[in-house]
């Protein structure tokens, strides 16, 4: 399977950071292409001390954990707009926004994107494909949910980083995890954890 993977400047680096993991660990994936917004760096190095500056696929290799020349993740530059997710010739089974901030949420909506996360964002929603959005932000506002509700209408799947608690994490970790296994879920790329509410729990 081929995906995009896109970063935005919203806080939550670290659900993109797992999600990059598990699904390289996953097997079901032969190559994710990377995007990362501007911003990306600074919320990274704010929220887990990493630079992400004039990032090169080593670089993002290293902070992945992944071996030195591991060729599964592909970077495309923001301003690559002739980059392979940017056509929808290129056959994949779609695209991941995570975190997606309200600025790239809104950018999605209008249509009228300028960079290649939007561009690769509208691609899957033309071509009819698996459009997954992550968005962080805390309250919304009107504009933010007139956004998500537009999207969700023209088939993107809106996936809140709301971590939940019915699985009774102990760690960090434990909360990402679970988010991030869920965003796997939708692509139905295979895990180690259990992410199905089965009742048995409820006495
Ligand atoms: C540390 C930090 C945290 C931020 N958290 C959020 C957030 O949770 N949600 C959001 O929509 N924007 C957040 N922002 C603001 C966005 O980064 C900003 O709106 C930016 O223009 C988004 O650009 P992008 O969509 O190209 O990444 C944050 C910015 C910083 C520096």
Not at 31 to 38: C, D, R, V
Not at 56 to 63: C, F, G, H, P, R
Not at 80 to 96: C, E, F, R, T, V
Request: aromatic share 6%; proline share 5%; with cysteine.
């Amino acid at each position: 399977m081929e995906l995009t993977l896109a970063i935005t400047g919203a806080s939550g680096t670290i659900y993109a950071y797992r999600t990059l993991q598990l699904l390289a660990a996953s097997g079901a994936v032969e190559t994710i292409n990377l995007i990362m917004s501007n911003i990306v760096p600074t919320v990274a190095q704010v929220e887990m001390n990493v630079n992400l500056r004039e990032p090169t696929a080593e670089k993002i290799n290293n902070w992945l954990g992944l071996a030195k020349d591991s060729k599964i993740i592909r970077f495309w530059r923001l301003d690559n707009l002739a980059a392979k997710p940017a056509s929808g010739s290129n056959k994949q089974a779609g695209m991941i926004v995570v975190p997606c901030s309200m600025g790239t949420l809104g950018a999605i909506a209008s249509g009228a994107g300028t960079n290649l996360i939007h561009r690769a964002a509208d691609v899957c929603l033309k071509e009819s494909r698996k459009l997954l959005l992550v968005p962080r932000e805390t309250p919304f506002n009107a504009i933010h949910l007139e956004n998500m509700l537009k999207l969700s209408r023209v088939g993107a799947t809106i996936l809140p980083a709301s971590p939940s608690f019915y699985h009774q994490p102990k760690t960090i970790d434990d909360l990402v995890d679970h988010l991030c296994f869920r965003i796997l879920d939708q692509f139905e790329i295979p895990h180690s954890r259990k992410t199905q509410w089965t009742g048995e729990e409820v006495k």
